[in-house]
């Protein structure tokens, strides 16, 4: 059980080091869902002294005004054996032998966030401690609330500090220990009102009760101690710290301990309390009542881990692989973009996707469909067929057969056919440019790069505007070569003059018979069919 900590120790400065520190602005993250343990406490309450009586070193700022003004994340590590050291998480190639260079090293990082104005900083501070004197246990000492601000503090600082703790114990996982002086009233205390708002029932907090040897005499905190002025889930727990005038003379740990031990079996009024009395018991219930949290909270912690992972999996693969910082290993990257989307392209193509088949559908069905609707009849009527044939005659009649009168009757009939061919062309354009936004939607690899992407898309499709316009010009050139290309064998079964009516000296424009011009009609109207069956 004792790893259990350990583990928690290292992913709590892994979150640190991420910058996930879970201030107020902070989404629920990591290091919310780890349980710790938050010291709260009003200035002048005894907190520094908890904490150096857990720890059993002199190692906390002192001084008068908020000296803390910025959370300690302190982290006990027991050693079986040794010299104790320390460690901070911004120092990591460095270890403290000393710990007044620790209490140094302290005020200086917290100048380094804040400056050397008295304002506070969400940001913590991690430090590690490694004695054989200590449990496994971790706490985060937080800023002490206060009344009013002094000189060098922004008038919100009192509300800063509360907006600070509160964003620490509000969370479901944070264990609340609540420092309050014994020689105050309790109804006053800073940490039992804040502790309260978040937790009404008292079932995350733990009641720690300071000062207790400068109680006037006569009076006693046992009904506070026993849980009848206000009661908690958990026992509260009573300390004696050293006194100003212990700390001035050098009194050491061992020698406070020793002292506090004494206090509590010696006083009649705390004899029968003193088992569960003094800093030692209370760093020991907390390291058990600490490892106890993380268990139950194991599932949970594993659950966020592996989606985060997977979430984090999921979003490098969004990204894609890392490319060169040359020019050569970005020209070759994009060339391997492009190839992998001019792939997918074909495969639409290819009919391996879908869409192709698209561009079948325009000339098996929508291109048949619109030269049928074609009105060639209205081309070969007898009154245009007359009119074409005489035009074209001019003021010599034909002899054998109306060349010139059919060729204009077929270049007429097949023009029309251009609205039709060019409708394909765009029909296609715009299949083929869909297409292309589908490619570039599924080669995964452009979504890493939202400037290529458009730059490729925008490269298909003026590469299609090109071919589209030749692929215009070539389908006119094609429907006017059809109309230059008249072969003999076409004329050689045109109707011969003898099938013609009438009188060569009559009137130019009424010498043909109408049997005569409905033949010409049939006969092109079946050539022109035949040719344009599908």
């Not at 007044?100 to 991690?126: L, M």
């Not at 969370?171 to 014994?182: D, G, H, R, V």
């Not at 045109?494 to 009188?503: T, V």
Request: hydrophobic share 35%; net charge neutral.
């Amino acid at each position: 059980m004792e790893n259990l900590i350990s583990l928690v120790n290292k992913l709590q400065r892994a979150c640190t080091a991420l910058g996930d520190h879970g201030d107020a602005t902070s989404l629920p993250t990591l290091w919310d869902s780890l349980p710790s343990i938050a010291v709260v406490g009003g200035q002048s309450s005894g907190k520094s002294s908890v904490l150096e009586s857990i720890v059993g070193k002199d190692f906390l700022p002192r001084g008068s005004g908020i000296v803390t003004r910025r959370p300690l994340v302190l982290q006990l590590h027991k050693i079986d054996e040794g010299k104790e050291y320390a460690e901070f998480l911004h120092l990591r190639s460095k270890k403290f032998y000393d710990f007044v260079a620790v209490r140094k090293e302290i005020s200086d990082e917290t100048d380094r966030e804040t400056g050397q104005t008295k304002q506070i900083s969400s940001v913590p501070i991690h430090l590690s401690i490694y004695s054989p004197n200590v449990v496994n246990l971790t706490l985060v000492d937080l800023p002490g609330l206060t009344k009013v601000a002094v000189d060098g503090q922004s008038e919100s600082i009192v509300q800063d500090i509360e907006n600070m703790l509160r964003a620490y114990i509000q969370k479901p996982n944070c264990i609340i220990l609540a420092i309050s002086p014994a020689n105050q009233d309790l109804a006053t205390s800073d940490a039992i009102k804040m502790s309260r708002e978040v937790d009404p029932i008292g079932e995350r907090t733990i009641g720690v009760l300071t000062k207790i040897d400068l109680m006037d005499k006569g009076t006693d905190a046992v009904d506070i101690l026993e849980g009848k002025s206000y009661r908690l889930k958990f026992p509260w727990v009573g300390v004696v710290n050293r006194s100003q005038q212990d700390i001035n003379k050098r009194v050491d740990m061992t020698s406070a301990r020793l002292k506090e031990r004494e206090y509590f079996s010696n006083s009649r009024e705390y004899k029968n309390l003193a088992p569960r009395m003094g800093s030692e018991y209370l760093a020991k219930m907390l390291s058990k009542h600490l490892e106890g949290v993380i268990k139950s909270r194991i599932p949970g912690i594993q659950s966020l881990i592996s989606k985060t992972v997977a979430d984090l999996e999921a979003e490098l693969s969004h990204l894609g692989k890392p490319i060169s910082s040359d020019a050569g290993g970005k020209l070759l990257v994009i060339m391997d973009i492009c190839r992998a989307f001019d792939q997918i392209y074909k495969e639409h193509l290819n009919g391996m996707r879908s869409g192709g088949d698209k561009i079948y559908h325009v000339f098996e069905s929508r291109l048949p469909t619109a030269l049928k609707k074609l009105r060639f009849d209205q081309q070969f009527s007898m009154e245009n067929i007359k009119k074409l044939i005489t035009q074209a005659d001019g003021y010599q009649p034909h002899l054998i057969a109306p060349e010139q009168g059919y060729r204009h009757i077929i270049e007429s009939s097949l023009i029309t056919i251009k609205g039709p061919a060019e409708a394909s062309v765009n029909a296609v354009d715009i299949i083929l440019k869909e297409l292309v936004r589908k490619a570039i939607n599924e080669t995964m690899e452009l979504k890493q790069y939202p400037s290529l992407r458009k730059e490729v898309e925008r490269a298909a499709n003026d590469s299609l505007d090109r071919m589209k316009k030749e692929s215009r010009k070539a389908t006119l050139m094609l429907i006017d070569m059809e109309c230059c290309y008249l072969t003999a064998d076409f004329f050689r079964n045109l109707p011969q003059e003898f099938d013609k009516g009438g009188n060569p000296t009559q009137s130019i424009f009424d010498r043909y018979n109408d049997t005569y011009l409905r033949r010409i009609g049939e006969h092109l109207d079946r050539r022109i069919g035949l040719s344009f069956s599908f």
